[in-house]
């Protein structure tokens, strides 16, 4: 059993920037992809990043690029969201996930086998 605890969530203006920590503990696998999904009210739950276990590989959803950065610690069970150019369409819970498949696996599949609590993220106008 993986547990995922997020931390980092609250309330922004928009333009500014929030970074997300998420720590797993438990049975972690050996090598596990780590990521960040997100579900704002009434829509459905959209895979935000993910990163491979080596942090060598990364993919982002199209509406974050260029303003998201997901990053590992070296201990590789933790990982990081930094959350820049906030917008309100930003707001949502936020939720850390981790998966023993490999990051295509995982971003094809849009989900992962063990998630976390989830954290708020406000974006204010």
């Known amino acids: 059993q993986v547990q995922l605890v997020e931390s980092g969530g609250g309330l922004v203006q928009a333009g500014g920037s929030l970074r997300l920590s998420c720590a797993a503990s438990?049975?972690?696998?050996?090598?596990?992809?780590m990521g960040w999904f997100r579900q704002a009210p009434g829509k459905e739950r959209e895979i935000v990043a993910a990163i491979s276990w080596s942090g060598g590989n990364t993919y982002y959803a199209d509406s974050v690029k260029g303003r998201f950065t997901i990053s590992r610690g070296s201990a590789k069970n933790t990982v990081y969201l930094q959350m820049n150019s906030l917008n309100p369409e930003d707001t949502a819970v936020y939720y850390c996930?981790?998966?023993?498949?490999?990051?295509?696996?995982?971003?094809?599949?849009?989900?992962?086998?063990?998630w976390g609590q989830g954290t708020q993220v406000t974006v204010s106008s």
């Open positions: 996930a981790a998966d023993g498949n490999n990051i295509r696996v995982v971003v094809a599949a849009r989900s992962m086998g063990s």
């Open positions: 438990g049975r972690t696998f050996s090598s596990s992809t």
